[in-house]
């Protein structure tokens, strides 16, 4: 069993570029998140998916900020014109919905920094 | 709206000593998941319970224990005979009712405990 999986580990872009993050879930797992981590603080929910479908978005995800899930498999996390402010750990979960709701497994994150 | 709340920001022990890393949440929901997880020096969160609010027996796995008091909105982790290995963050979590009434969806997560393990 695989674990959660994100691509890349670290990203370092200028001020104003695009970037995209990759995140594999565990196979079965019908649920994906994302999460912002910055230094010194717990993570902050981004955004989650079930299967396809986008269910929630926090207000932290400005309109700079898109997330896909076209196959309900992977995941795409998107943010363009970065800005300073953005750097930080992306962060992906999965888990499963089902008879019993199972708790999140994280993957190792993508840490973004921006010059 | 839900908020998690660790009051200690690091505690230092000695190995061997017992711990108790404090948890506080708030929830407007009669039915929740609490959680614990550990973030090591590598970085990746790494689950280790999950509390359903209806079931307030404590639980002990090993070294770990859990004391859930929803009487006082505490869910408190303790680390018996501390090892080095255990230092960590630690982060407690809670979950509500999705959006739309789905199964439970997105953690809130309290701002960690540093807890560094001397030899």
């Known amino acids: 069993d695989t674990g959660v999986s994100q691509d890349p580990r670290h990203k370092i872009t200028k001020r104003g570029q695009n970037v995209t993050f990759r995140c594999d879930p565990i196979?079965?797992?019908?649920?994906l998140y994302w999460y912002r981590q910055t230094l010194g603080q717990g993570p902050e929910f981004l955004t989650y998916?079930?299967?396809?479908?986008?269910?929630?978005k926090s207000r932290l995800l400005s309109d700079r900020f898109s997330a896909e899930r076209p196959k309900g498999s992977f995941s795409t996390l998107e943010i363009q014109r970065t800005e300073q402010g953005d750097s930080a750990m992306y962060l992906c979960?999965?888990?499963?919905?089902?008879?019993?709701?199972?708790?999140?497994?994280f993957g190792d994150g993508t840490r973004l920094s921006i010059l | 709206a839900q908020k998690v709340t660790q009051a200690q920001t690091e505690i230092s022990v000695v190995e061997k000593e017992d711990v108790t890393l404090d948890c506080v949440y708030e929830?407007?929901?009669?039915?929740?998941?609490l959680f614990w997880y550990k973030q090591p020096p590598s970085g990746e969160l790494v689950f280790l319970i999950r509390?359903?609010?209806?079931?307030?027996q404590n639980e002990i796995s090993g070294r770990y224990s859990w004391n859930f008091q929803k009487s006082t909105s505490s869910f408190n982790f303790t680390i018996t005979a501390s090892q080095v290995v255990d230092s960590a963050v630690y982060f407690c979590?809670?979950?509500?009712?999705?959006?739309?009434?789905?199964?439970?969806?997105?953690?809130?997560f309290g701002q960690g405990t540093i807890l560094t393990v001397h030899p």
């Open positions: 509390r359903n609010s209806f079931d307030e």
């Open positions: 196979s079965e797992h019908n649920r």
């Open positions: 979960a999965s888990s499963n919905v089902g008879q019993s709701n199972q708790p999140q497994h």
């Open positions: 929830t407007r929901d009669t039915t929740y998941y």
């Open positions: 979590a809670l979950s509500e009712k999705g959006a739309g009434g789905t199964s439970y969806g997105k953690l809130t």
């Open positions: 998916f079930q299967n396809e479908a986008q269910l929630e």
